[in-house]
């Protein structure tokens, strides 16, 4: 069966230091992979994905993820965080294969930025 | 673009009645998806449609759950008799191919807060 893992419920980080979002993934297949992120109150946004070529994505707000197809991981990172990136965080797979667009997403991990 | 549509945005409403979520997806998508979101379960596919079809509704908890796309510009979800437990924020995405291929984005509106008391 496919998966999508978030392996932390929550990750917190000072405001100015990078920071990584967990994910892996278990799909019988080459996937199509993608964040999304949830602010308070508000519908999930697009942030990045991956579909072909270069491994490391770069996204909206300074974002990007790296596809590691050995690891079957897509990490998403950002190099300085800020207090503002404090939300909830979704990795999402859809199998190349499929003949639609849904997608399967992880469980969530709320990202804490504390200035 | 005004992106995905929902209404109502909150919802208040007694166990028993009858429940209606509207979605406008964004112009040009023939897909569109229903979910729900809630503490204990998170983000949950109800059910999807393509070119107004539904395709899989293996997510629709029960059968007090119903959803209709009757043209391309239109989804409602319906829960009759409503329940406490029902109560959650209901999500409405849309999406496209990208030259025929299921490359693209899903785009979320911003949900619909239903309360059941």
């Known amino acids: 069966a496919q998966s999508v893992a978030q392996p932390e419920d929550q990750v917190n980080v000072a405001e100015g230091n990078p920071l990584t979002v967990k994910c892996t993934y278990s799909?019988?297949?080459?996937?199509?992979l993608f964040w999304y992120v949830q602010y308070p109150n508000r519908g999930l946004q697009f942030l990045l994905k991956?579909?072909?070529?270069?491994?490391l994505v770069k996204g909206s707000y300074g974002f990007e993820a790296e596809f590691n197809k050995s690891q079957t991981s897509f990490h998403l990172k950002k190099p300085s965080a800020l207090v503002s990136d404090s939300a909830l965080y979704f990795c999402?797979?859809?199998?190349?294969?499929?003949?639609?667009?849904?997608?399967?997403f992880g469980q969530g991990t709320t990202l804490q930025v504390k200035p | 673009d005004a992106g995905v549509i929902q209404s109502p945005r909150h919802e208040v409403t007694e166990m028993g009645q009858e429940v209606t979520l509207r979605c406008k997806p964004i112009?040009?998508?023939?897909?569109l998806f229903w979910y729900r979101q809630t503490m204990m379960r998170g983000l949950e596919l109800l059910i999807y449609?393509?070119?107004?079809?539904?395709?899989?509704d293996s997510g629709m908890p029960e059968d007090r759950f119903s959803a209709k796309m009757p043209n391309a510009s239109f989804s409602t979800l319906k829960i009759q008799p409503s329940e406490p437990r029902d109560s959650a924020v209901y999500f409405c995405?849309?999406?496209?191919?990208?030259?025929?291929?299921?490359?693209?984005?899903?785009?979320f509106g911003p949900g619909t807060r239903l309360t059941v008391l």
């Open positions: 799909v019988s297949g080459n996937p199509y």
């Open positions: 991956y579909i072909t070529g270069d491994n």
């Open positions: 449609f393509n070119n107004n079809v539904p395709i899989d």
């Open positions: 999402a797979v859809r199998l190349r294969s499929s003949n639609t667009g849904k997608l399967i």
């Open positions: 112009s040009g998508h023939n897909s």
């Open positions: 995405a849309s999406s496209s191919p990208s030259r025929g291929r299921w490359t693209d984005t899903q785009y």
